[in-house]
């Protein structure tokens, strides 16, 4: 019986082993065809591992065999990236710790294989001793990972491309919002990234070109691509740019490239504005050359034809001083003309100096007989002519260049009384803040507002090129306007046709008392005789006498020599405080005295005298001299340089 029944317990054993078996097989042969591994993993309360069961696959995904691992998992923590292994021991224990699905992505160093990614995902179930138990699956996940590289790789260099583009680039969904831009929007319309994203682009649009904005939105939801369309965008100042744009529609998404071309608009409408004005510029110098050909042959038509009389009257003193009279008044016309072209050229080229002198402008006014002939050289006598001194100031004294001055107001008087048939011209200045302010009005025919913003263009005229109502070669006013600016003020006018104009101009205001002959005196006498001893190196034996006699009774030790010379040998030996010098010399030009005294003694102060153009003032300054003045010379003058300098 005992051998019945060890019988019957091995072969109920036996069948144990077989179900096993074929179980196994079973589990095998469902597992191979598996990718990766499937397994169990288990973890002891005492900190030991094991994977109790794992299929084939296992060598494939850790190059070691489920026996190897059946008792004992370190090998497999050999496998794992030591940068790996920390984050995924820690998932495990906080799987153990709370019972919740392991998953994770990790990297493993295999001895054949080398690097590769590998994902794992596992449910625990907790045992009656305190073990973890896993049922799970590993695969290999390398080829995803290096897909996934490669694209992260390209998508960095995508957006690369993106944010380092020089352009606009944007995509927007089908209702016409941004959903994606570099960020040249922001270095282009000011607005920060959140400010753009999810908006509506039409909300940006100009709104003048809103209309044909939402036409090439149309375009693109039938699919039609569009390129060169340009608009404008508003920027976060409120300031509007404009955009050209090139655009590519997909099923849901438009692609978009654009440029900000502002900058190419604006020199296209400056190239068209200076195309217009070299046209324009261009026409006004045809009839500006036609009408100086008129004006210069006037008074040379006359000039030359009773210039050719003059035989034939020779004993008609009546005709002959008739004849006389008009020859000097065309020649002076024809002087006129020369001058404005010299002065407008000068002017254009920055070549007019300044000349500045003491002025008194009573006796400007006074001293200037054209302001009050001119009625009668234009047969203009019944037009009244004032003069208003509104400064309140008795004789007011400023320092700025007179003979500019001068110019600037006979030009624009002239122009008043060419311009008023019935009326007045009225003159008037006063002192405002640090300018003086000088206004000019008439009662003539005023300038008609479509023609005002040629007024001071030196080719305009106000006149209809096919009459010729007004004699003139209009450059009083671009003269004036250029004198202007020289003496440090501006000019500017008020007019309405059939009412007159009033032109109105400012200079810089520097008050000046001329000095009288006593303060001189005076000044003198509180000089020690060092002080007071004065070289005048003068060629010309007459304007010396005159020199001697106006310094003469002023306490001056006047030291008088004719020619450089004496004048360097003077200022080595004996140097004088104050030399008066000469321009035109006998043996050395006046430049060269000067360069040559300096050079003998530096502190010596030289006053030149000359009878020269600014230009050579200019120069003579440049070589040392502190003054000039201008010959013949005035006592009051004289008296004013000396007193800044002695």
């Not at 002076?332 to 407008?344: A, C, F, K, V």
């Not at 006598?381 to 500019?404: A, C, P």
């Not at 205001?509 to 190196?537: H, M, T, W």
């Amino acid at each position: 019986m005992k051998n019945v029944k060890d019988i019957r317990t091995r072969i109920a054993r036996l069948t144990t082993e077989i179900d096993i078996l074929r179980r196994d097989s079973l589990i095998n042969n469902l597992t191979k065809h598996i990718p990766g591994v499937v397994y169990q993993y288990r973890l002891y309360p005492d900190g030991r591992t094991a994977f109790p069961y794992a299929s084939q696959g296992m060598y494939n995904i850790y190059e070691l065999t489920p026996e190897e691992v059946r008792e004992n998992a370190l090998p497999v923590k050999d496998r794992i990236h030591p940068d790996d292994f920390d984050y995924v021991f820690n998932l495990i224990l906080e799987s153990a710790r709370n019972q919740t699905v392991y998953e994770c992505e990790f990297r493993v160093i295999l001895p054949i294989q080398g690097l590769q990614w590998r994902y794992c995902s596992a449910k625990p179930e907790l045992l009656e001793d305190g073990s973890t138990l896993w049922y799970g699956i590993i695969n290999d996940i390398t080829a995803r990972k290096e897909i996934e590289q490669e694209l992260e790789i390209k998508n960095r260099e995508l957006n690369s491309f993106f944010d380092c583009a020089l352009d606009l680039l944007c995509i927007a969904d089908k209702e016409g919002r941004f959903v994606r831009l570099n960020y040249e929007w922001e270095n282009v319309l000011g607005y920060q990234m959140h400010e753009l994203l999810g908006k509506e682009y039409i909300d940006f649009v100009h709104p003048e070109d809103v209309e044909s904005t939402i036409e090439a939105k149309d375009k693109l939801q039938d699919r039609i691509q569009i390129t060169n369309y340009i608009n404008r965008l508003r920027c976060k100042d409120g300031s509007f740019k404009w955009i050209e744009w090139r655009l590519f529609p997909s099923e849901n998404r438009v692609y978009a490239s654009a440029r900000d071309i502002t900058e190419r608009i604006r020199t296209e409408e400056m190239l068209i504005k200076a195309k217009d004005k070299a046209e324009e510029s261009d026409r006004l110098k045809t009839a500006f050359l036609n009408n100086m050909s008129h004006e210069i042959r006037t008074p040379m038509n006359a000039i030359m034809g009773f210039s050719s009389l003059l035989p034939k009257y020779y004993n008609d003193k009546v005709k002959l001083q008739h004849f006389t009279e008009i020859i000097n008044q065309r020649c002076g016309d024809l002087l006129d003309i020369i001058n404005d072209i010299l002065d407008i050229a000068k002017i254009e080229s920055n070549q007019m100096s300044l000349n500045l002198e003491a002025c008194s402008l009573k006796s400007l006014f006074e001293e200037l007989p054209i302001l009050f002939m001119e009625r009668v050289k234009l047969n203009k006598e019944h037009i009244r002519f004032e003069v208003k001194d509104r400064t309140g100031i008795s004789d007011l004294k400023i320092i700025t260049d007179y003979i500019k001055l001068k110019q600037i107001l006979i030009n624009l008087i002239s122009n008043a009384f060419k311009f008023t048939d019935e009326g007045s011209v009225t003159v008037s200045y006063m002192i405002e803040g640090d300018k003086i302010k000088f206004c000019i009005s008439d009662t003539g025919i005023g300038i008609p507002l479509e023609r005002q913003h040629l007024v001071f263009g030196r080719f305009s005229n106000l006149q209809d090129d096919k009459t010729k109502l007004y004699d003139g070669a209009g450059l009083g006013l671009p003269i004036a306007k250029g004198l202007t600016n020289i003496l440090g003020g501006k000019v500017w006018f008020n007019s309405e046709a059939g009412k007159g104009s009033t032109f109105y101009f400012t200079i810089r205001y520097v008050r000046f008392s001329l000095p009288e002959e006593d303060e001189i005196i005076g000044l003198c006498q509180n000089k020690n005789q060092a002080d007071r001893r004065v070289l005048v190196v003068e060629n010309d034996q007459y304007y010396s006498v005159l020199l001697h006699d106006i310094l003469a009774d002023k306490g001056l030790n006047l030291v008088f020599v004719d020619n450089a010379a004496d004048a360097i040998r003077i200022a080595s030996k004996d140097p004088p405080n104050l030399v008066l010098l000469d321009v035109g010399l006998p043996d050395i030009s006046g430049y060269e005295a000067a360069t040559q005294i300096l050079l003998k003694n530096p502190a010596i102060k030289i006053i030149a005298q000359t009878a020269g153009l600014e230009e050579s003032q200019i120069a003579l300054r440049n070589a040392g001299c502190i003054d000039c003045i201008s010959k013949p010379v005035e006592s009051k003058e004289l008296f004013s340089v000396l007193k800044k300098y002695i």
